[in-house]
């Protein structure tokens, strides 16, 4: 019912900076019930990490463990886009985004759970030394 497509992804070199879109694609009812909307990444040969969600059309924002400072999650309802602004970029930030949605509203066990109703293909960024 709802689809993510991400991008922005790509490569860049330590302490650069990237911005993720992540635009939701379907039937209005559908696109209009989703809460919560977030950023996932995960690294080869590790575990999925929760990066950071916002619950959509308020500010609240959440961030996973030393993210936030460096990244902000941000939205536009009108273009059913939320997006994510990396700087200082680090190698160790190098893995596959996913974008996520859900129609339960977003708490601070969001990210941990990772418990979403729709998911994104991803797209990749790498960070070089």
């Known amino acids: 019912q709802v689809q993510l497509l991400e991008s922005g992804g790509g490569s860049v070199q330590a302490g650069g900076s990237l911005r993720l879109s992540c635009a939701a694609f379907g039937y209005s009812y559908a696109i209009d019930s989703i809460n919560c909307m977030a950023w996932f990444r995960q690294a080869p040969g590790k575990e999925r990490e929760g990066v950071a969600a916002i619950y959509v059309g308020t500010s609240y924002t959440y961030y996973g463990d030393s993210l936030k400072g460096r990244f902000t999650i941000s939205q536009d309802n009108a273009k059913n886009t939320v997006y994510l602004q990396m700087n200082s970029l680090k190698p160790e930030d190098t893995a596959m985004y996913y974008c996520?949605?859900?129609?339960?509203?977003?708490?601070?066990?969001?990210?941990?759970?990772?418990?979403?109703?729709?998911w994104g293909q991803g797209t990749h960024v790498t960070v070089s030394s």
């Open positions: 996520a949605a859900d129609h339960a509203v977003c708490g601070g066990g969001s990210l941990s759970g990772g418990r979403f109703d729709y």
